[in-house]
């Protein structure tokens, strides 16, 4: 027998299975979809079998065998099918699909155990053990044990009893005992069941009823709650779960990584007990892997966790909840770049369950999907509790520079800091730094420098020109504003330690905190800042956006949100979306207690439409404008873009790629809009030099055939060496 084995080692080239030997002793094992482990150019690399065969289409002697193999389990038929609509939307190999669909488990095996087990007449062994005058102690001590339990752990027979392994054994071949192997399965919630208190009762308002009731009802196949920062939506994700679980079902709930936190996790804790688990990238892989085998096992009902937890192989999933579905962090860094909320919506088909994506900011995509009537859309317009929304003002920083405030806080949010202090009320402040990548703007006027051919900032690169990554457009730097002529003018750049330390200078009585990735780097640090804050340890809260995800903090009146623009200034055509989003969840974070809230939005570009709309938490002026403007200029999703990266060690191996496959484009698809290569924001990363390709069309079928034509041309022999390709899809 002859298995075909895909094997990931990520280069497109090498897209398909190897064929391998089956050992009789492994016939059993190897089916498809199995795990296995094959020898490859003097190492062992770790694959999976697509198909088993009779017959052999290469010389036989050449073959080599599989040396290990795992049997596949139940339910992964579908997960095959997934893997392969992760290959075909979004390009990469077919073993990176396969690899993010089934993570690997090598160097993470579940913890294992011995029990010795009672098996035969222990009575009798015993007594004619006894009748003789020279006999093993140890035999004698292991019978008298096993007479009073049935089972014992083998290593409490050996360490606590000191009965040796020989004697064990023994009794082992005589069929008095058997010896089992079993897992042990840790529960992370081990160590937290102390935090926990009894289970609460679900009280829904008349709002999220409504909702439930027709979720309940009509049963869509995907939904989107669109419901404002404290509306409740998580509540209303319990009772959705609670009745999946009645229904002798699974559910998995995606959250950001971000917003994966112990506050969050526990709200599903209190509710459905040890039936939940939760995975992130925190944990070690072993302790991950045990929560993958629990709810494989049928000990977990409910999966919670980021982007990786959608895969959990689940038996008979009912329902799929993605929070905070804009999320950028849905979208993997790695190849296969996949998009999770897609992916979701595509296991909720493959499997039949229920797919529920909820934001107070949807993503352009999602809504355009909801008012097509393609989701069905929900909407809560009120907070849980009847709170009222936070007073919000937008501040002028141009007007602040003219009246002579140089310091990185306005006028109107010193003053708000410092009466709250003096009422011993709690204030954030979020540093908006997303999206900054060598953009430049004016501080007197607040223009940016943007491309005249797409209307997005152009990005300054050492070579000393503004670069545009859309259609490859390049000028000279800059000296003064072409707008107001202001010699004030360049790149923006700001740090939250920078920041710490102008806030403690002005209010040197404040207690503060700094989350960033510095502060955070150690696995427990981010817990420990926030429960720290939540405890009221301290005054003032600063950090990025990890500070506006998932948290809830009854004691903060005051968000003051730090060089709002900042996100606008983004290459990306997505920089209204993001500021929009950030600005809007940050200053609902705000008034979420008895007492009123209130956010400053301290900002170059007051009139800009993103930034009004979130002060005024207007989702619906937002989204008209946002989607005239892509309409116009044929981006997502009225539009469709692959961005092709291409890497290289040599800058020469990158051009001579992206010049090769911009022409290969151009000849087979000659009305496809293709741009550059032209350098990535950050060019170059480790020695590895990076280009892109952006490729633009209405279909998204036309773009999935340019990506097939460029990985067969790459694999043609005069195609240019030592250069790679990435995807990466709207």
């Known amino acids: ?8 080692l990520g280069v497109t080239k090498l897209d398909h299975p190897f064929t391998y030997g089956i050992p009789k002793e492994l016939e059993d094992a190897v089916k498809p979809g199995s795990r296995v482990v094959v020898p490859m150019h003097g190492r062992k690399l770790r694959g999976f079998v697509i198909t088993v065969e009779d017959e052999c289409t290469i010389d036989k002697d050449k073959v080599k065998d599989i ?24 390009g990469g190999t077919l073993g990176q699909a396969l690899s993010v669909v089934f993570p690997s488990t090598a160097n993470a095996a579940v913890k294992t155990y011995k029990v010795v087990r009672r098996t035969g007449d222990i009575d009798s062994a015993l007594t004619e053990l006894l009748s003789k005058k020279r006999h093993s102690k140890y035999a004698e001590k292991l019978f008298s044990i096993l007479q009073k339990n049935e089972i014992f752990l083998w290593d409490d027979l050996r360490q606590d009893y000191d009965i040796p392994s020989d004697v064990i054994r023994k009794a082992e071949k005589q069929g008095l005992v058997s010896v089992e192997k079993r897992t042990h399965l840790r529960n992370p919630f081990e160590n937290m069941k102390g935090l926990t208190q009894e289970r609460p009762q679900i009280s829904l308002n008349e709002d999220q009823r409504a909702v439930l009731d027709d979720f309940l009802k009509n049963k869509p196949k ?5 419901g404002v920062t404290g509306s409740g939506k998580t509540l209303l994700y319990i009772a959705m779960i609670e009745q999946v679980l009645k229904e002798k079902k ?7 990584e971000i917003a994966l936190t112990l506050q969050n996790i526990l709200r599903f804790y209190r509710f459905f007990g040890d039936k939940v688990s939760y995975v992130n990238s925190r944990m070690n892989a072993s302790l991950k892997n045990e929560q993958l085998e629990r709810a494989r096992a049928g000990e977990v009902s409910v999966m919670i966790g980021p982007r990786s937890a959608l895969f959990t192989p689940f038996k008979n999933l009912g329902l799929i909840i993605v929070d905070e579905e804009h999320e950028t962090s849905y979208v993997s860094g790695k190849p296969p770049r ?34 097509n009537s393609e989701y069905t859309l929900y909407t809560l317009e009120k907070r849980a509790n009847d709170a009222a929304m936070p007073a919000v003002s937008i501040v002028d920083m ?37 999206g900054v990548a060598g953009t430049v703007s004016c501080r007197e006027c607040g223009a940016v420098i943007k491309c005249e051919h797409c209307d997005v900032p152009m990005v300054l690169h050492r070579d000393g020109f503004l670069h545009c990554h859309y259609c490859g457009a390049k000028r000279p730097m800059v000296r003064e504003c072409p707008s107001c002529h202001s010699r004030l003018i360049g790149t923006m750049r700001a740090g939250t330690e920078k920041i710490e330390t102008e806030v403690q200078r002005l209010f040197p009585k404040s207690r503060i905190l700094r989350m960033d990735a510095d502060t955070t780097k150690t696995p427990d640090g981010y817990r420990q800042i926030i429960s720290a804050f939540s405890r009221k340890d301290a005054d003032i809260l600063i950090g990025t956006q990890m500070i506006v995800k998932g948290h809830d903090f009854p004691g903060v009146t005051l968000m003051g949100v730090l060089m709002a623009d900042l996100s606008l200034n983004a290459a990306d055509y997505r920089a209204s979306e993001r500021t929009f989003d950030l600005i809007l969840q940050a200053c609902g974070r705000s008034g979420r207690g008895e007492n009123p809230g209130e956010a400053v939005i301290q900002t170059y570009q007051p009139e800009n439409f993103a930034i009004v709309s979130a002060a005024k938490n207007d989702y619906r002026n937002f989204y008209r404008q946002e989607s005239a403007y892509r309409r116009l200029l044929h981006f997502p999703p009225f539009s469709h873009l692959l961005s092709v990266e291409i890497t290289s060690r040599t800058e020469e191996g990158c051009i001579s790629m992206g010049a090769f496959i911009t022409g290969r484009l151009k000849n087979a698809f000659p009305d496809l809009f293709v741009a550059g290569p032209t350098p990535s924001p950050i060019s170059k990363i480790k020695d590895i030099f990076r280009y892109e390709v952006v490729i633009k069309d209405t279909s998204y079928e036309a773009l999935i055939k340019a990506r097939k034509l460029m990985d067969e041309a790459i694999a043609e022999a005069d195609a240019p060496k030592n250069a790679d390709l990435w995807y990466d899809f709207d």
């Open 250 to 256: 699974q559910a998995i709930v995606l959250i950001p």
């Open 398 to 434: 141009r007007a602040e520079l003219k009246a002579g405030n140089r310091t990185i806080l306005s006028r109107k949010l010193y003053d708000g800091i410092k009466d709250r202090l003096q009422k011993n009320e709690q204030v954030m402040l979020f540093i908006n730094r997303r």
């Open 222 to 226: 995907v939904s989107l709650i669109h």
């Open 1 to 8: 027998m002859f298995a075909q084995v895909y094997v990931n």
């Open 67 to 90: 040396v290990s193999a795992e049997a596949p389990k139940s339910g992964e038929g579908e997960m095959f099918a997934l893997a392969g609509f992760i290959r075909e939307r979004y």
């Open 338 to 371: 996949y998009h999770a909320v897609e992916a979701a919506v595509e296991r909720g088909r493959l499997c039949g369950a229920q797919v529920v994506l909820g934001s107070a900011t949807p993503s352009v995509s999602s809504y355009t999907h909801a008012i």
